[in-house]
């Protein structure tokens, strides 16, 4: 068995509870590079919070680092913290998360360790997306953060793109459903009296 596997499973049925989600339906997204201390974290948590209208609530969970669940009202996603960066756990096809919490979360973070921290040369970690497939085999891409602030798009687009495959594959099963909501309309459509 393979041990990472194993625990990203863990960490996603995890998350999904808290997100609301299947673990198939989460993404990690995570930004390699040395955290050379925990408030690091906690003070951009604050700065989230009183700089960017953010909800901040420790959440519990097997997600091999402290996690924080972020909301803005009607967003969620989860913030976890590792010696070896952050990582941030999504639905992969909600497209407000991605295209509002996640690259706010990304490109804050990545400001405020130059800010905080004055390391304007930061070592080029990779950028790792990874999630279950319907199988519950995990399925990993990466990218390399050569280009500082500018590769946060990237990232974005890359888990955007991991969310269509996800989306892709479910399509299948959504349109038979559909099909058989639809033949069952048909059946039951004739028998249905309506008021004139």
């Known amino acids: 068995m393979d041990n990472r596997a194993e625990a990203f499973r863990k960490k996603f049925n995890d998350s999904g509870q808290h997100l609301g989600a299947a673990p198939t339906e989460i993404a990690s997204l995570k930004v390699r590079e040395t955290v050379q201390s925990h408030s690091e974290y906690r003070d951009f948590l604050h700065a989230l919070e009183h700089?960017?209208?953010?909800?901040?609530?420790?959440?519990?969970?097997?997600?091999?680092?402290?996690?924080?669940?972020?909301?803005?009202?009607?967003?969620?996603?989860?913030?976890?913290?590792?010696?070896?960066?952050?990582?941030?756990?999504?639905?992969?096809?909600?497209?407000?998360?991605?295209?509002?919490?996640?690259?706010?979360?990304?490109?804050?973070?990545?400001?405020?360790?130059?800010?905080?921290?004055?390391?304007?040369?930061?070592?080029r970690g990779g950028i790792e997306i990874r999630h279950l497939d319907q199988k519950g085999q995990l399925l990993e891409s990466h990218a390399y953060d050569g280009f500082?602030?500018?590769?946060?798009?990237?990232?974005?687009?890359?888990?955007?793109?991991?969310?269509?495959?996800?989306?892709?594959?479910?399509l299948p099963q959504l349109r038979q459903e559909v099909l058989a909501l639809t033949e069952m309309d048909v059946v039951v459509a004739p028998n249905v009296r309506t008021m004139e």
Not at 152 to 158: I, L, Q, T
Not at 165 to 170: F, M, N, T, Y
């Open 148 to 170: 500082g602030l500018a590769s946060f798009p990237f990232a974005v687009n890359a888990a955007l793109a991991s969310a269509a495959k996800i989306a892709e594959g479910d």
């Open 51 to 123: 700089q960017a209208g953010l909800r901040s609530s420790p959440v519990s969970g097997d997600f091999q680092g402290s996690g924080h669940l972020l909301t803005d009202g009607s967003t969620k996603i989860i913030f976890v913290e590792h010696e070896s960066g952050l990582e941030i756990l999504y639905i992969a096809g909600s497209i407000a998360s991605l295209v509002g919490l996640v690259p706010l979360v990304l490109q804050g973070w990545r400001a405020f360790r130059v800010r905080h921290q004055g390391r304007h040369n930061f070592e």
